[in-house]
């Protein structure tokens, strides 16, 4: 009897994981409110019953889930880019890879903040809203262009390593796979050993993803029960406009870029990136994302892993769509907050400032903000009009992200395609890499059994 179908999927159950994380986090917040809170004793230790719920059990299951997460991003995107760079048959075609790869990003994030302004004009979301703005935020001081070129070498791969820094990470797999390509027998060797080790990195990310509705519910049990509702219906209308652009463009301007430019069926890859959707929902974070995003990339999509190891984590780190509208709609935002009117030309400058940002600020913690900010200052808005949409910011962030991973493997298909480096029947193949997110302990037992 095959028991195949009666398996439900990991996108099911993680979106279970989201939905029922949700209504709990409802819950806790109706029923432990400044009224309903009570306290117990524990081996004679007091306890607040929503403490020990929210920053107790969820808060420890939810950061222990992102930091495994965390944890493979570092050895899967140097594994799998060295894999892929030393495969590479014509050493031109890195030149071509990287030049494809970020005019797409930048490609696609002008269009994504040239959409915002230009529904955030039309909608005006904060004509005649007044809110209170004695509130402040303290922006970090972003580094410029060429200084985020040159940190891109690095000194010590180790220390990057060991920092998460994802630009010198990405620089220094591409020197040691191009040597490992030119050291000949030596290289062909040392390249065995990694596509091996590329495997076994795959399937703990398999692992991983096997437990992940139960740190989704976690982190949505969390979320829900603090964020405050009253913030956001005091933003109602700077929400709904930021996640409708948010939906045009992850919905239309996608789509219509993967039909145009490589000729494949877009609702097939919407189909396929709901599982990492997810996943960026839940998460809020692209690097955290990232193995389940180059999963999905090479074995639902069909990206061939020289493509996918490039143009993936070069994604997670430089391409901001998601903020890029988010910063378009809170300029607009913010102006008609402080009754401020902006040129044409102070437009331009916020669609060129912000683009260029996408890439100028790479690897920054807290880029999103700090983008905004470096925005504000350009067309002389106050900065601390920042303080207006924190409330809401986490939500919106959470659904930026999931619009971000989609670009990702967006800009991949079509680079892959361009390159003739896109399998289609993979791609055509609704059912394809699912078989691999199942994890059969079957497996692990007859291989014990057969070592004794």
């Given amino acids: 009897m095959d028991n195949s179908n009666q398996k439900m999927s990991l996108t099911a159950k993680v979106f279970i994981g989201m939905i029922a994380g949700i209504l709990t986090g409802f819950f806790l917040q109706l029923l432990f409110d400044d009224s309903g809170d009570f306290a117990f004793s524990l081996l004679g230790i007091p306890f607040s019953t929503y403490g020990f719920f929210v920053d ?28 892929g760079t030393c495969s590479l048959s014509d050493p031109a075609q890195l030149g071509r890879l990287g030049g494809k ?14 959409l915002a302004i230009t529904m955030a004009l039309i909608v005006s979301p904060g004509a005649g809203l007044n809110l209170p703005t004695e509130a402040s935020f303290a922006a970090k001081e972003a580094p410029g262009l060429a200084q985020v070129i040159i940190d891109m070498m690095p000194t010590n791969p180790i220390s990057a390593m060991a920092e ?78 930021l996640v409708g652009v948010l939906a045009i463009h992850a919905f239309v301007v996608y789509p219509t870029l ?79 907050v402080f009754a401020v009117d902006l040129t044409i030309t102070d437009y331009l400058m916020v669609i060129l400032t912000a683009t260029l940002a996408s890439i100028g600020t790479a690897g920054v913690p807290g880029v999103g903000l700090i983008m905004l900010a470096m925005v504000l200052q350009q067309v002389g808005l106050p900065v601390e009009g920042i303080a207006l949409i924190i409330g809401v910011d986490r939500l919106l962030d959470m659904t930026r992200t999931a619009v971000n991973v989609t670009g990702d493997c967006t800009v991949a298909c079509i680079v892959a395609k361009s390159e003739g480096k896109l399998d289609q029947d993979v791609f055509n193949d609704i059912e394809a890499g699912l078989a691999a997110e ?11 059994l057969s070592q004794r």
Wanted: charged share 10%; net charge positive; proline share 2%.
């Fill in 56 to 83: 107790g059990i969820f808060n420890v299951i939810g950061q222990i889930f992102i930091a495994s997460l965390k944890m493979m991003v570092v050895p899967l995107v140097m594994v799998s880019l060295i894999c």
């Fill in 438 to 448: 199942n994890v059969d302990a079957s497996e692990f037992h007859k291989t014990n």
């Fill in 258 to 336: 993967l039909k145009l430019l490589a000729g494949v069926n877009p609702v097939i890859l919407l189909k396929k990136m709901r599982e990492t959707a997810l996943f960026a929902f839940s998460t809020a974070s692209s690097s955290a994302t990232l193995p389940v995003t180059m999963e999905t990339a090479r074995r639902k999509l069909g990206v061939d892993n020289s493509i996918a190891s490039f143009t993936v984590p070069l994604g997670s780190t430089i391409n901001m769509d998601g903020t890029a509208i988010m910063q378009g709609i809170a300029t607009v935002f913010i102006a008609q």
């Fill in 164 to 241: 998460g820094n994802m630009l010198q990470i990405i620089v220094f797999s591409l020197l040691f796979g191009v040597a490992m390509a030119m050291s000949g027998e030596s290289g062909k060797r040392l390249s065995a050993l990694f596509m091996d080790l590329n495997e076994v990195i795959m399937k703990i990310v398999t692992l991983l993803m096997s437990v992940a509705p139960y740190g989704v519910f976690a982190l949505m049990a969390k979320l829900f029960a603090t964020i405050g509702f009253d913030t956001i219906l005091s933003l109602i209308k700077y929400f709904v406009l």
């Fill in 101 to 114: 790869s970020i005019g797409l990003y930048v490609f696609t994030t002008a269009i994504a903040i040239t």
